[in-house]
């Protein structure tokens, strides 16, 4: 069974940084990872992807700021966060996509950002 644990998140002044990570556990064949974001009274939007093959693509609100990578060794995915707004503030989940079409979601974790 695949499982998907998020970590990292946490408060941070505006303009500061934050590095999350989702950890991959059991045998999936994965056809795209993502992070998406929910704020409160708002619906879970797309912020960033990553293809099996390294294709990247962005919310246009976080180009720039944003860095989605992966490492396939440790079955990892990161979401670097770089020059952060309160906007950012958000729960972050990680999502998988594999090639049976199934997808997969994260617990969450919380990213507050501070003005």
């Known amino acids: 069974q695949v499982q998907l644990v998020e970590s990292g998140g946490g408060l941070v002044q505006a303009g500061g940084s934050l590095g999350l990570s989702c950890a991959v556990s059991?045998?999936?064949?994965?056809?795209?990872m993502g992070w998406y974001r929910q704020a409160p009274g708002k619906q879970r939007e797309l912020v960033a992807t990553i293809t099996n093959d390294g294709n990247t693509a962005y919310a246009d609100s976080v180009k720039g700021r944003f860095t989605i990578s992966r490492d396939n060794a440790k079955k990892t995915v990161y979401l670097q966060m770089n020059m952060l707004i309160p906007e950012d503030t958000a729960v972050y989940y990680c999502?998988?996509?594999?090639?049976?079409?199934?997808?997969?979601w994260g617990q969450g974790t919380q990213v507050t950002v501070s003005s």
């Open positions: 059991g045998n999936a064949f994965i056809k795209k």
């Open positions: 999502n998988l996509e594999d090639f049976f079409r199934r997808v997969y």
